[in-house]
């Protein structure tokens, strides 16, 4: 499991960037785009704000301009871009919330936006975690689009195998930016190596959209209050399921299986792996390195190699796709042994 901010890193970087916030609601009659070989910018009330990738993004959606049309014309043609996009927001005639963070917009969305802060989410699992025993944060990220809170409990733990136990979690995600819901996903956590793996496709996962009545000025959107309960309540439910025994046997079960089935040939199941679940050179010969060193040559320990292999992810969010993949492995593997349903990998990689 990849690491980032601790849990105090993580507090006060949401305290800081909640005194950087400001939204406004424009009507997209009042909003003009200004694009130079460095940046785009859009104008309203009178102010340049430049826009952050998220926003440049939307903006191509609200338009219906292809943003890979956006990339190309706007490094070798900025007037021409400025050109379709003004003509084109003339005739939308809606209004669009802006939310930005230091002078800069981060995310164009509509008039439908329901908010969930970051700084009420996390409050709101501390305040959970606070009832539930053993269960602590173990790592935590930030970016421009998500934060992800990972927790493990101290309790909820099994042996795979004598000396090789696994502590039963959640992973939390929010957006502030329109790029998903509040989301909870049970996540387990090896503990002879700190492997993470998240485990969605095990367990319906609770989500809390974005999405609520419409608002006609941002004074209005600013008193819609957060639906603490609500999401207090998605939380509580997702981790009392997580935390059962009864769910997270199964999952156990599934890694006892694994450590079971043996590769018919490793180097090319890795290759057939990487294709499957889109992963580039790079990762796949890391995942190589870790399956050498990890001397296991079953379905289990292709798993463990591909988790492993996440912690050496550059970026937090596609080490948390790594975690995530490591897990579909293991579904996917189990389906394709058993016959009790169509998994991705075919019985030319399993034994």
């Known amino acids: 499991m990849k690491t980032d901010l601790n849990l105090s890193q993580l507090v006060s970087q949401l305290d800081y960037l909640s005194t950087l916030k400001k939204d406004y609601l424009i009507s997209t009659d009042d909003i003009s785009v200004q694009t130079n070989p460095a940046e785009s910018c859009i104008n309203f009330q009178g102010v340049s704000y430049p826009m952050q990738e998220t926003a ?68 709101t699992i501390l305040s959970v975690l606070d009832n539930i025993k053993g269960l602590n944060v173990v790592s935590s990220s930030l970016t421009a689009e998500r934060m992800y809170v990972k927790m493990v409990s101290e309790i909820e733990r099994v042996d795979v195998k004598v000396g090789d136990s696994v502590a039963f979690g959640a992973i939390i995600t929010n957006s502030e930016v329109g790029m998903g819901s509040i989301t909870v996903n049970p996540f387990c956590m090896r503990l002879v190596c700190t492997n993470g793996m998240a485990l969605p496709k095990y367990l319906g996962n609770a989500r809390r959209i ?21 999401i207090r309540g998605n939380i509580e439910e997702c981790l009392k399921e997580a935390l059962d025994p009864v769910f997270y046997m199964k999952i156990v079960d599934k890694m006892r299986m694994a450590a079971e089935i043996k590769l018919v040939a490793p180097f090319e199941s890795i290759d057939k792996v990487a294709k499957l679940y889109g992963l580039d050179e790079r990762e796949k010969k890391t995942i190589t390195v870790h399956y050498i060193a990890g001397k296991d040559e079953t379905l289990y320990g292709l798993v463990n190699a591909v988790t492993r292999a996440s ?41």
């Open 210 to 230: 974005h999405l609520g009545r419409k608002f006609r000025t941002i004074e209005e959107y600013e008193m819609i209050a957060d639906d603490i309960d609500g």
């Open 311 to 351: 912690q050496d992810m550059q970026s937090y969010v596609r080490a948390t796709e790594m975690e995530k993949i490591g897990s579909d492995i293991l579904f996917d593997g189990i389906l394709s042994v058993t016959k009790k349903g169509s998994g991705m990998l075919m019985d030319s990689v399993l034994e």
């Open 56 to 123: 440049k993004r939307q903006l191509s959606a609200v338009c219906g301009i292809p943003y890979s049309y956006v990339k190309r014309i706007g490094k070798e043609y900025p007037e021409l871009l400025d050109a379709n996009y003004n003509g084109l927001l003339r005739n939308i005639h809606k209004n669009k919330l802006m939310r930005t963070i230091g002078g800069r917009v981060r995310a164009i969305l509509s008039d439908h936006y329901k908010k969930y802060e970051n700084e009420a989410v996390l409050a």
